[in-house]
């Protein structure tokens, strides 16, 4: 790895009305302010410059005090679309423009759950394969019938684009492209950081709709071979 130091790379994450709070907070810990310990696999200091972006000004209580104007999209390399709680109105029309043009320089564009909608909303998905929150996959196909939603998936990298799954799945995803910019050592460093797993499949589905239960025979062989494992000073697995 390069050991000179660099200029931050700009990330943007754009948040709407109504949005969804943990996929806000799970990019600002992956690339936002960490400890030192966790930014000292990088030489050249922490690689990434976040900002938090909306249509809505910062004075509305819809959204975080923090957020920025718009036109921060102008100067970004990634954008993130948090999701929101209610995807069925239709996104503001100055921050679809705004993706547009952001993905028209260039941008890496991502969604994070429901922020896929906007994504959709401004042809960036179109003839792509993407994903969303499984409970929201139906409308999302519906709305945007030329882009293909894969609801089984946890997060998805279509030609460049990349959307995830609901909540949680946003981590994967965030991991994921910290992984692709500066290898899996960072990736594992920033997943210990958050208590995460360092790596979870894209294809991967979203849930387990029922957890077999593991039956008396089944654990009375688990402790069998715990039992000769111990007695041979091996290992079981």
């Given at each position: 790895m390069d050991s000179n130091p660099k200029d931050p790379a700009k990330v943007a994450v754009v948040v709407?009305?109504?949005?969804?709070?943990?996929?806000?907070?799970?990019p600002q810990q992956v690339f936002g302010r960490q400890p030192d310990w966790v930014t000292a696999c990088w030489p050249?200091?922490?690689?990434?410059?976040?900002?938090?972006?909306?249509?809505?000004?910062?004075?509305?209580?819809?959204?975080?005090r923090e957020v920025e104007p718009l036109d921060r999209l102008d100067t970004a390399d990634t954008v993130i679309v948090a999701g929101v709680q209610d995807p069925t109105g239709s996104p503001d029309a100055e921050l679809v423009q705004g993706l547009r043009d952001a993905y028209d320089r260039g941008s890496r564009m991502v969604s994070i759950c429901t922020g896929a909608f906007a994504l959709a909303a401004a042809g960036i998905?179109?003839?792509?394969?993407?994903?969303?929150?499984?409970?929201?996959?139906?409308?999302?196909?519906?709305?945007?019938?030329?882009?293909?939603?894969?609801?089984?998936?946890?997060?998805?990298?279509?030609s460049g684009v990349f959307t995830s799954?609901?909540?949680?799945?946003?981590?994967?995803l965030c991991l994921?492209?910290?992984?692709?910019?500066?290898?899996?050592?960072?990736?594992?460093?920033?997943?210990?950081?958050?208590?995460?797993?360092?790596?979870?499949?894209?294809g991967q589905a979203q849930f387990i709709e029922h957890i077999p239960p593991v039956g008396q025979?089944?654990?009375?062989?688990?402790?069998?071979?715990?039992k000769l494992g111990r007695s041979l000073g091996g290992s079981t697995s």
């Open positions: 709407q009305p109504g949005y969804v709070l943990l996929d806000v907070a799970v050249g200091g922490a690689p990434y410059e976040l900002t938090l972006v909306s249509a809505v000004p910062a004075e509305n209580p819809l959204v975080p998905l179109d003839g792509r394969s993407a994903t969303t929150h499984w409970r929201w996959a139906g409308l999302l196909r519906e709305r945007h019938p030329s882009v293909t939603v894969r609801e089984a998936e946890l997060y998805v990298e279509d799954a609901g909540v949680l799945a946003g981590t994967d994921h492209l910290l992984r692709l910019d500066h290898g899996q050592a960072a990736a594992n460093r920033m997943a210990r950081f958050l208590v995460s797993p360092p790596h979870r499949e894209g025979s089944q654990h009375r062989r688990f402790l069998m071979m715990l």
